[in-house]
């Protein structure tokens, strides 16, 4: 393979962000036919150097090169003339328009006086459908095909130019078995036409049934690349987790309560199935697995998003029925959201209005909202959770992420609630404010509370739980304590490895 | 920290100072184009321009509300005809007569109970079918509007009640009973949304609804106290008009809901929801009027006048955008 052009060179790529390198220094090769796996927990950097690659990011440093020219990607659409194209793991795809339509989204061909040809339209498409070997024409309405032939027509919107590289992004994360199947004989197709493709995935079985080599990426460096027919699942997963841990777990020592909630059997439609679980106060539980997983779907049923199919919810020993926040609320659950500027907080309002919100009903005097009252818990809580602003009047929007993670989570406390749910407590959040967020989710187990955190970042959940439950595909696949868990264990549970195969 | 205080209070006092301009442009202007040879900041010229500020203003603070809120009322025009025809009609009612000057009152909660039960039933719908309130408003309008016509056909209504003229036309401490009643919604409005746990409720789901279930807080409820409210204030706004003309057309009160919009996007309140203040509305009444008074003053004839007010909003909100970097972002897609 080594006397061929590589199809796509990175070399010293960097790219900062406001208090993070997000990549340092990455340099990786594809060659032309061959698959390329691209492996590295969240948080590792692949969606950045995605990003770079795809054009929608500038790096700061580093160079690319296609087929060893210099280039550079001004703009998704740059990249995809020179040959750069991804398949998404979310599709975007126009519903309402037909296959050829969507395929052709923006680059319809056109006869005078600017008319469609869709002559042409449908003549090209077909001709791209047939290469894929698909059960559906041109014609067909988006809207009305299943989740993996719109894939294919994601798919096939890459193959309008002569692609030189194709990124899978977790291309199989919704699809079933049957249809993997048809997906890999397309990639097996582009790899026989000279195409290098890169393979985003976190799943091991696929990665070793049908990556040629595997690169991976860690805290943002490249780690190594390796034969795929050379190579094992533990050598892999050392390279991508091989890291001395600095976060070692936070040193606050208490004792355990009773039991503040307990999750019998609770399952949602094909979101989450029979999960069972007890959080006692005084304890944080850490919820992780891949995004999609069912962590975020649990918590949002706690809350009363969403409504069971089945299974109970007992809190302090009591059956529980939560139909609304409102209920969830009551009943002493609270929820600091993943979404924090969408789900969490009023974006336009002040850091004092937020703070009160759930509970200002009970902060009147007469038929008024009582000023001091409410400025009274927001002095409180700053002061307790540390919050940095000039003052209660500054818009919460202005504030940065660790400060406005702050207000939420000040927010449930001073409604002094038995469950704290905190789904991904330090998203977007600067490397200094992660470790006080860190320090104040185990102090507020210290103070008895029972605490529910769900993340993403292998280093937050070991860092921050005294039990870990490893989640895949709606499931619970194993329970871990603080003791008894390695990342090596962890990473292959949420994999989908049961434990008895591990070695 | 200073900055942002600063274009808040800019962007706030900003329609105060339109109005400012609006006031010296008129008084130059009109020294030299006047038709009349009145002063035009005559003190009872504003007196009066206040008073006829009332009708579409009462409207615009319900409106605003509503707005806040992240919805929109279309159907306050008919809801205005509605309370209006039920008002008068109902003081030729034969136990009504028999009660002389105590049908009055009788009449007043007649009409306002109409405004309210409008509201309610767009608030409902909205609430209980998850229908987006323009969609809502929008048949409500024709609708309500149905019902207008369906009570006296294409007669005008009549009934003129000397008292409740005199009480309408009475001016207390110098401002006319309608400037009072705009006023003093405006009041109460302004304590409703800046210091109670509604008003505060009320711009939470405004500005980001799923958060604010995630507080806890049941949005739907709101949804229709807010539109039992406007439907309250379109009626009281039509009891104020009538009382004191005394005969209503079918087609009375139509694009009312335009104006008051208008009214309302020129304060500063923002159509997608949570932003927005009473005070503000009662300027962008206020300076719409002052314009078709001006413009009028100096002699332009309405058509003229509506050219304007239309090139002046679409200015106005240009200009808001560019404030705001967020809007100059999205200019550039």
Same mark, same amino acid.
């Given at each position: 393979?080594?006397?061929?052009?590589?199809?796509?060179?990175?070399?010293?790529?960097?790219?900062?962000?406001?208090?993070?390198?997000?990549?340092?220094?990455?340099?990786?090769?594809?060659?032309?036919?061959?698959?390329?796996?691209?492996?590295?927990?969240?948080?590792?950097?692949?969606?950045?150097?995605?990003?770079?690659?795809?054009?929608?990011?500038?790096?700061?440093?580093?160079?690319?090169?296609?087929?060893?020219?210099?280039?550079?990607?001004?703009?998704?659409?740059?990249?995809?003339?020179?040959?750069?194209?991804?398949?998404?793991?979310? /599709? @975007?795809? +126009?519903?309402?328009?037909? %296959?050829?339509?969507?395929?052709? &989204?923006?680059?319809? *061909? #056109?006869?005078?006086?600017?008319?469609?040809?869709?002559?042409?339209?449908?003549?090209?498409?077909?001709?791209?459908?047939?290469?894929?070997?698909?059960?559906?024409?041109?014609?067909?309405?988006?809207?009305? /095909? @299943?989740? +993996?032939?719109?894939?294919? %027509?994601?798919?096939?919107?890459? &193959?309008?130019?002569? *692609? #030189?590289?194709?990124?899978?992004?977790?291309?199989?994360?919704?699809?079933?078995?049957?249809?993997?199947?048809?997906?890999?004989?397309?990639?097996?197709?582009?790899?026989?036409?000279?195409?290098?493709?890169?393979?985003?995935?976190?799943?091991?079985?696929?990665?070793?049934?049908?990556?040629?080599?595997?690169?991976?990426? #860690?805290?943002?460096?490249?780690?190594?690349?390796?034969?795929?027919?050379?190579?094992?699942?533990?050598?892999?997963?050392?390279?991508?987790?091989?890291?001395?841990?600095?976060?070692?777990?936070?040193?606050?020592?208490?004792?355990?309560?009773?039991?503040?909630?307990?999750?019998?059997?609770?399952?949602?439609?094909?979101?989450?199935?029979?999960?069972?679980?007890?959080?006692?106060?005084?304890?944080?539980?850490?919820?992780?697995?891949?995004?999609?997983?069912?962590?975020?779907?649990?918590?949002?049923?706690?809350?009363?998003?969403?409504?069971?199919?089945?299974?109970?919810?007992?809190?302090?020993?009591?059956?529980?029925?939560?139909?609304?926040?409102?209920?969830?609320?009551?009943?002493?659950?609270?929820?600091?959201?993943?979404?924090?500027?969408?789900?969490?907080?009023?974006?336009?309002?002040?850091?004092?209005?937020?703070?009160?919100?759930?509970?200002?009903?009970?902060?009147?005097?007469?038929?008024?909202?009582?000023?001091?009252?409410?400025?009274?818990?927001?002095?409180?809580?700053?002061?307790?959770?540390?919050?940095?602003?000039?003052?209660?009047?500054?818009?919460?929007?202005?504030?940065?992420?660790?400060?406005?993670?702050?207000?939420?989570?000040?927010?449930?406390?001073?409604?002094?609630?038995?469950?704290?749910?905190?789904?991904?407590?330090?998203?977007?959040?600067?490397?200094?404010?992660?470790?006080?967020?860190?320090?104040?989710?185990?102090?507020?187990?210290?103070?008895?509370?029972?605490?529910?955190?769900?993340?993403?970042?292998?280093?937050?959940?070991?860092?921050?739980?005294?039990?870990?439950?490893?989640?895949?595909?709606?499931?619970?696949?194993?329970?871990?304590?603080?003791?008894?868990?390695?990342?090596?264990?962890?990473?292959?549970?949420?994999?989908?490895?049961?434990?008895?195969?591990?070695? | 920290?200073?900055?942002?205080?600063?274009?808040?209070?800019?962007?706030?006092?900003?329609?105060?100072?339109?109005?400012?301009?609006?006031?010296?442009?008129?008084?130059?202007?009109?020294?030299?184009?006047?038709?009349?040879?009145?002063?035009?900041?005559?003190?009872?010229?504003?007196?009066?321009?206040?008073?006829?500020?009332?009708?579409?203003?009462?409207?615009?603070?319900?409106?605003?509300?509503?707005?806040?809120?992240?919805?929109?009322?279309?159907?306050?025009?008919?809801?205005?005809?509605?309370?209006?025809?039920?008002?008068?009609?109902?003081?030729?009612?034969?136990?009504?007569?028999?009660?002389?000057?105590?049908?009055?009152?009788?009449?007043?909660?007649?009409?306002?109970?109409?405004?309210?039960?409008?509201?309610?039933?767009?608030?409902?719908?909205?609430?209980?079918?998850?229908?987006?309130?323009?969609?809502?408003?929008?048949?409500?309008?024709?609708?309500?509007?149905?019902?207008?016509?369906?009570?006296?056909?294409?007669?005008?209504?009549?009934?003129?009640?000397?008292?409740?003229?005199?009480?309408?036309?009475?001016?207390?401490?110098?401002?006319?009973?309608?400037?009072?009643?705009?006023?003093?919604?405006?009041?109460?409005?302004?304590?409703?949304?800046?210091?109670?746990?509604?008003?505060?409720?009320?711009?939470?789901?405004?500005?980001?609804?799923?958060?604010?279930?995630?507080?806890?807080?049941?949005?739907?409820?709101?949804?229709?106290?807010?539109?039992?409210?406007?439907?309250?204030?379109?009626?009281?706004?039509?009891?104020?008009?009538?009382?004191?003309?005394?005969?209503?057309?079918?087609?009375?009160?139509?694009?009312?809901?335009?104006?008051?919009?208008?009214?309302?996007?020129?304060?500063?309140?923002?159509?997608?929801?949570?932003?927005?203040?009473?005070?503000?509305?009662?300027?962008?009444?206020?300076?719409?009027?002052?314009?078709?008074?001006?413009?009028?003053?100096?002699?332009?004839?309405?058509?003229?006048?509506?050219?304007?007010?239309?090139?002046?909003?679409?200015?106005?909100?240009?200009?808001?955008?560019?404030?705001?970097?967020?809007?100059?972002?999205?200019?550039?897609?």
């Amino acid at each position: 393979m080594t006397d061929k052009t590589p199809a796509l060179r990175l070399e010293g790529i960097v790219k900062t962000f406001p208090g993070v390198r997000a990549l340092d220094g990455v340099s990786f090769t594809v060659m032309p036919g061959e698959v390329h796996a691209l492996m590295g927990e969240n948080g590792a950097g692949k969606s950045t150097l995605m990003k770079v690659l795809g054009g929608i990011l500038a790096p700061n440093e580093g160079q690319i090169f296609i087929e060893e020219q210099p280039t550079i990607m001004s703009s998704p659409m740059n990249a995809k003339e020179k040959g750069v194209v991804f398949i998404h793991q979310e /599709l @975007s795809l +126009a519903d309402e328009l037909t %296959v050829a339509e969507n395929i052709f &989204l923006g680059e319809l *061909p #056109r006869k005078s006086f600017g008319r469609v040809d869709w002559t042409t339209l449908y003549d090209q498409t077909n001709a791209i459908l047939k290469t894929l070997n698909v059960g559906f024409d041109a014609k067909k309405r988006v809207g009305d /095909l @299943s989740i +993996a032939n719109q894939q294919m %027509v994601e798919i096939a919107r890459a &193959l309008t130019v002569e *692609p #030189r590289a194709v990124i899978f992004d977790e291309p199989t994360a919704s699809l079933t078995d049957a249809e993997k199947v048809v997906l890999f004989k397309v990639i097996e197709d582009l790899q026989s036409r000279g195409v290098g493709v890169i393979y985003i995935s976190h799943r091991m079985e696929e990665i070793f049934k049908i990556t040629d080599r595997i690169s991976v990426l #860690r805290d943002g460096q490249y780690r190594g690349t390796l034969n795929t027919s050379e190579t094992n699942e533990e050598e892999v997963t050392q390279l991508m987790i091989g890291r001395t841990l600095d976060l070692s777990r936070a040193e606050v020592t208490h004792e355990t309560g009773e039991v503040a909630l307990e999750v019998r059997s609770l399952s949602c439609g094909e979101l989450f199935e029979d999960v069972s679980f007890t959080v006692r106060r005084g304890e944080v539980v850490g919820f992780y697995g891949l995004v999609g997983a069912g962590r975020t779907e649990i918590a949002e049923t706690l809350f009363g998003l969403r409504e069971p199919s089945s299974g109970t919810i007992h809190l302090s020993g009591e059956e529980v029925r939560i139909h609304s926040p409102a209920d969830a609320i009551r009943r002493g659950i609270s929820l600091v959201p993943e979404d924090r500027k969408g789900q969490g907080l009023i974006l336009g309002m002040n850091c004092r209005d937020n703070m009160t919100l759930p509970q200002v009903s009970n902060l009147t005097a007469g038929p008024f909202v009582s000023d001091g009252a409410e400025v009274a818990i927001f002095d409180q809580y700053r002061d307790k959770l540390d919050i940095r602003t000039p003052g209660w009047r500054q818009t919460v929007g202005n504030l940065s992420g660790g400060n406005q993670q702050k207000i939420v989570i000040g927010k449930w406390l001073s409604m002094h609630p038995e469950v704290l749910i905190v789904d991904e407590p330090t998203r977007g959040i600067d490397v200094g404010s992660k470790s006080e967020i860190h320090n104040l989710i185990r102090e507020l187990a210290a103070q008895g509370y029972a605490v529910i955190v769900i993340s993403s970042e292998m280093p937050e959940v070991l860092h921050v739980s005294d039990r870990i439950i490893a989640m895949f595909a709606g499931k619970v696949m194993r329970e871990f304590t603080a003791d008894e868990v390695t990342e090596d264990s962890l990473i292959q549970a949420i994999s989908g490895i049961k434990p008895d195969k591990v070695a | 920290m200073k900055n942002e205080t600063r274009v808040n209070l800019i962007k706030q006092g900003a329609i105060w100072a339109f109005i400012v301009v609006e006031l010296i442009f008129f008084s130059v202007a009109g020294e030299f184009l006047s038709v009349s040879d009145k002063a035009f900041m005559n003190f009872d010229n504003m007196l009066l321009l206040l008073k006829q500020s009332a009708p579409i203003g009462i409207i615009a603070l319900g409106m605003t509300i509503v707005m806040i809120n992240g919805n929109i009322d279309l159907s306050v025009g008919a809801t205005f005809a509605l309370a209006a025809i039920v008002l008068l009609d109902s003081m030729t009612w034969p136990f009504m007569e028999a009660l002389g000057n105590w049908a009055i009152p009788l009449a007043w909660f007649f009409a306002l109970t109409t405004g309210v039960v409008l509201g309610a039933i767009n608030g409902l719908i909205v609430w209980k079918t998850g229908v987006d309130a323009f969609i809502v408003t929008l048949g409500s309008m024709l609708g309500f509007r149905g019902l207008v016509f369906m009570y006296n056909g294409e007669q005008p209504t009549s009934h003129l009640n000397w008292t409740l003229v005199d009480f309408a036309e009475a001016q207390f401490l110098g401002l006319h009973t309608a400037t009072w009643f705009l006023l003093g919604a405006a009041l109460l409005l302004w304590l409703l949304m800046t210091k109670t746990v509604h008003g505060r409720n009320a711009y939470a789901i405004g500005n980001n609804r799923d958060a604010a279930v995630n507080a806890g807080i049941r949005v739907g409820p709101h949804f229709l106290w807010n539109f039992m409210l406007i439907g309250f204030l379109a009626a009281l706004s039509a009891v104020v008009f009538y009382s004191e003309s005394g005969s209503v057309n079918p087609n009375d009160g139509m694009l009312y809901e335009l104006w008051a919009i208008t009214a309302v996007v020129l304060g500063g309140t923002k159509l997608s929801g949570g932003y927005g203040s009473i005070v503000s509305t009662l300027g962008g009444v206020i300076a719409i009027q002052l314009l078709r008074k001006g413009l009028g003053h100096i002699g332009a004839d309405t058509e003229t006048v509506n050219l304007v007010i239309g090139l002046i909003l679409i200015a106005v909100l240009f200009l808001d955008r560019q404030l705001n970097r967020k809007g100059k972002e999205e200019l550039r897609t």
